[in-house]
């Protein structure tokens, strides 16, 4: 059996799984406006633990959310991960934020579009199949009413940016899931998972949070 401990904190949302094989078993989560991840974070690694019945010498591996995010949130979460797989001796896995935010989104065809607010109508974005390939780069964009006019299948949106987007993201096309607003840890079993079977692991010591800073500012044609 492989038991993996996953790790969010890129956002608002502090997020802890348990997972065996790939399946949550246990989840503990709670999303603050004032970011309680430094208090929270090791209390639910205990917690999950002795929820999920085992040992931290029977988990395989340690998976984190490796970013775009809050620069605070995810040094915490990747410092806890790193602390924990020096001192049990096992393999790190690093797992895109947005996949696993667009990974909530159960839907059969389109495109899902995963944003998580950075200020103003700035946002961290990608684009994902619905089987959660990747149709397009993580980019920092400035959100218009130009943005993603080229695509003409449906766009479903994730994330916490509905309300100051959709007000300018109006096409027809477009879809708003507004009750998907921070990834999770339970969305992340799956991915981080894949990897291990793999052995897609990042080096311990030199591994550090994807930062996205730069931001692509589009001109609107009107």
Known sequence: MNYILNIETATKNCSISIAKNGETIVCNEIAEEGYSHAERLHVFIEESIAAAGISFKELGAIAVSQGPGSYTGLRIGVSAA??????????????????????????????????????????????????????????????????????????????DCAEKCKEVLTKPNFVFLENIKYPSAKQMSALSYQKYLNKDFVDVAYFEPYYLKDFMITTSKK
């Not at 950075?118 to 959100?143: C, G, N, P, T």
């Open 82 to 159: 790193k602390g924990l797989c020096f001192a049990l001796g096992i393999p790190l896995i690093a797992v895109d934020t947005l996949q696993s935010l667009a990974a909530q989104a159960a839907v059969e065809n389109g495109l899902i579009v995963p944003m998580l607010d950075a200020r103003r109508m700035e946002v961290y974005s990608a684009i994902f199949s619905s089987d959660l390939k990747s149709q397009r780069s993580i980019l920092a964009e400035v959100i218009t009413e130009d943005s993603f006019q080229e695509y003409n299948e449906t766009l479903y949106f994730v994330g």
